[in-house]
Structure formats: C-alpha cells, structure tokens
C-alpha cells in the first residue's frame, strides 16, 4: 500500500510565502517523478511544477520566478515553496508521484489528498 500525505498550506497575504510538503509512504521500489497540481474553483486542475528523479524541473508559467519545487530522495519527500503569493494561487494543490511499488512490474501515479492555499488580504 502506498499513500501520498500533503501537508502545509492555509492561509497566506498577497507578496507572502508558504512551503507544501509531500511524503510518499509505503511499499516503495522507485519513486520516479513528484510534483504538484493545483484546482480553483470553476476551473480545470493544471499542473504547477514537476520535479522528475534527479534535479529537472518544469514549471507553469504562472508560477515561474516564484515557485520551486525540489525534493528529498533519502524521504520520498516533494516541496513546493511558493513566494510573492497572489490571489490567483488559491486553490487546492494535489501532490503526485509516480511511484513502483515493491512487488510490482510497473509504477502508478499516486495523489495526495490535496490542501487548500488562499492567499488573500
């Protein structure tokens, strides 16, 4: 069984900051690529930025110069440290990760159960 938690998140000031964490837990061979999606009300879920199993990254536009994703292999673990926060950032952000469990022959993409971040005065 593996499982994705989310933690972080809340509320947040226009121009503030707030880290997200996910840990992937479990029967785990590989975690291959981690990253984060996020969905506001009335629209579509978007990807915000991908982290693959070494060091490459890919961001939304939106997001570029103000998010960073990085990742701790020794815990499974993704960030997403988001700075210069703005009102268009709120929604609910979901981790990822396509994981192979042990046991398996393939990975799966795994999700969190998503946090919610507004950022509002």
């Known amino acids: 069984q593996v499982q994705l938690v989310e933690s972080g998140g809340g509320l947040a000031q226009p121009g503030g900051s707030l880290r997200l964490s996910c840990a992937a837990s479990g029967s785990i061979f590989r975690v291959n690529a981690m990253g984060w999606y996020r969905q506001a009300p009335g629209k579509e879920r978007e990807l915000v930025a991908s982290?693959?199993?070494?060091?490459?990254?890919n961001y939304a536009n939106s997001v570029k110069g103000r998010f960073i994703i990085s990742r701790d292999n020794a815990k499974n673990t993704v960030y997403l440290q988001m700075n210069s926060l703005k009102p268009e950032d709120t929604a609910v952000y979901y981790c990822y990760a396509d994981i192979q469990p042990r046991a398996a022959l393939i990975s799966h993409t795994y999700w969190g159960q998503g946090t919610q971040v507004t950022v509002s005065s």
């Open positions: 982290i693959a199993s070494g060091t490459s990254t």
